[in-house]
């Protein structure tokens, strides 16, 4: 087992994070690592035993097999044997010419142990919307990089202009998203390719070449007022309005999602509801926040009645979890900075009767933000240490569910109220 590959795949996935060196990873930064890992692979990687991977704990022996071949796949390879043979010793020494293997196709943005998270956000403005053309020098060449979204709805087919002449590699990639699984293997002598983006959203769209980002733009991905969609794949089944919107309320019943032909059991689907780009941007260290919420449906492996509530910004989301009081270990919170597991933290106020409204509402005090379910405080985290800009709201709930009283404020005043 050759310790220089081993090496090598860390510096790929390093790369494919985009989190910096993993020198200066913190423990929630291995947490993290660790749920991404599980939802790709479906094995789970302890935070402990990535950190050993990573040198950051005194470990004398090399990974096992299991450990390497699940690597080998998070990094986008079939298997460890797969990664050693396509990256030779040659290659090794030269990370930045090796050409990685086509991508998966794109997942959906919120699925995580089939429970929706939102990951994807949304930009700050609509100005992201047009195109953006500037060309970046590096030390490889002059690249550009632009893109133009076909409608202002979802579906929607994204066109991307690029233009690497200067390279004399093969090795060039247009990635969808913060996921390296959505990069795409494309010919550097042409100059257009499309993707299909079927959620709203923020993406950072990068130009790859050489393994190496030259260019990286946001991307705005708004909806038409409210979106509603039952997650399926590899295309969610869009709701009509007349499906999920009502008077006082905006939520989905059971015999509307059988009229899908959608079935309920044995694993319940996701309802998600979506308002990205529609009101002016609230800053995440002034806000107030506030809905009532109900899951409607307990059958068979509902009984969780799981409930994700999410401020969809500019950077990484803020999304409130909620479920039946026994199930409040599954629960993993988004604070804008860090992904916050329910395994390690006391989430016990997260559990409520959502078979009756409850009340969940979160703002921005001091340095921190504080989260309250039925205005009693359940939890709370630190501000982001940059500044970030509430710009969409997003709801999933397991099986059918409900949504009213949506109040959004920024320094006092109302910025968007709904039902």
Known sequence: ????????????????????????????????LNLQILERTKVSLSASTLRRLWGRVEYNHLPSTTTLDTMARFAGFENWRAFTKQNKPAEITT????????????KPAWQLK?????????????????????????AKGIYTFSYKPVTRDIPNSVIFSYDVKTTSTDSVFIQQSWDPQTRTLVDKNRHQH???????????????????????????????GWLGLIAHKPIPVYLNKDEYMNADMMGITASTIQKNNIVLGPQPPVTEFYNVGNFEAVALNDFSFSAEIKNNYHEGAAACRFFNVGLITDGVPVVIPLSAKGCVSDLNL??????????????????????????????SSGSKIQYFVNDKLAFESALPNKKTSIVGLGYSVQGAGSVRKIDLQSAGKVVFHAF
Not at 2 to 17: F, R, T, V, W, Y
Not at 95 to 106: D, M, R
Not at 336 to 345: A, F, L, P, R, Y
């Open 1 to 32: 087992m050759d310790a220089s590959a081993i090496k090598q795949l860390l510096n790929i996935i390093e790369q494919q994070l985009d989190w910096g060196s993993a020198d200066a990873w913190q423990t929630k930064d291995f947490e993290n």
């Open 95 to 106: 990370a930045k010419t090796t050409v990685y293997p086509a991508p998966i196709k794109q």
């Open 114 to 138: 089939g429970v929706l998270i939102i990951i994807a956000a949304a930009a700050t403005t609509l100005i992201a919307m047009y195109i953006k053309k500037e060309p970046v020098a590096t």
């Open 194 to 224: 499309t993707s299909v983006y079927y959620r709203p959203g923020y993406y950072h769209a990068k130009l790859v070449v050489n393994n190496q980002v030259v260019k990286e733009s946001p991307l705005l991905l708004a909806t038409n």
């Open 334 to 363: 988004l604070d804008g900075q860090h992904m916050v597991s329910g395994k390690s933290n006391d989430f016990s106020g997260f559990g409520a009767d959502l078979s009756t409204w409850v009340k969940v509402s979160c703002r």
